[in-house]
Nanobody, 127 residues
Framework: QVRLVESGGGSVQAGGSLRLSCEVSPGYMFSVTAVGWHRQALGKEREFVAAIRWNTGITYYTDSVKGRFTISRDNAKNTLYLQMSSLKPEDTAVYYC???????????????????WGQGTQVTVSS
């Protein structure tokens, strides 16, 4: 079982920055090909934010965060990051780390591509 533990959420004013981290249980990376971040705002559906292919570093982003968010990973630490800058109130949500087997941008955006999920971390952006 792949275990994912998020950290780094919090409250920030619009225009500010936050970095989320997701530690992936060691020894299980052979069972997934990519990891990513999704978010769910209150009363809304969970949506894809960004993903990265673990071995190649190829990244995928939803349009609303391109140029503001950067996804990266540290293979040695089995840790995934999401650097969020120029935050907006509409970025307020619970952010989830997830892992699965997929190889394309289209697959990265589909929730069923992810077999493993973290517990989520709250990000609140005030205006």
């Amino acid at each position: 079982q792949v275990r994912l533990v998020e950290s780094g959420g919090g409250s920030v004013q619009a225009g500010g920055s936050l970095r989320l981290s997701c530690e992936v249980s060691p020894g299980y990376m052979f069972s997934v090909t990519a990891v990513g971040w999704h978010r769910q705002a209150l009363g809304k559906e969970r949506e894809f934010v960004a993903a990265i292919r673990w071995n190649t570093g190829i990244t995928y982003y939803t349009d609303s965060v391109k140029g503001r968010f950067t996804i990266s990973r540290d293979n040695a630490k089995n840790t995934l990051y999401l650097q969020m800058s120029s935050l907006k109130p509409e970025d307020t949500a619970v952010y989830y780390c997830a892992a699965g087997i997929f190889y394309t941008a289209t697959q990265s955006m589909v929730r069923r591509s992810y077999a493993y999920w973290g517990q989520g971390t709250q990000v609140t952006v005030s205006s």
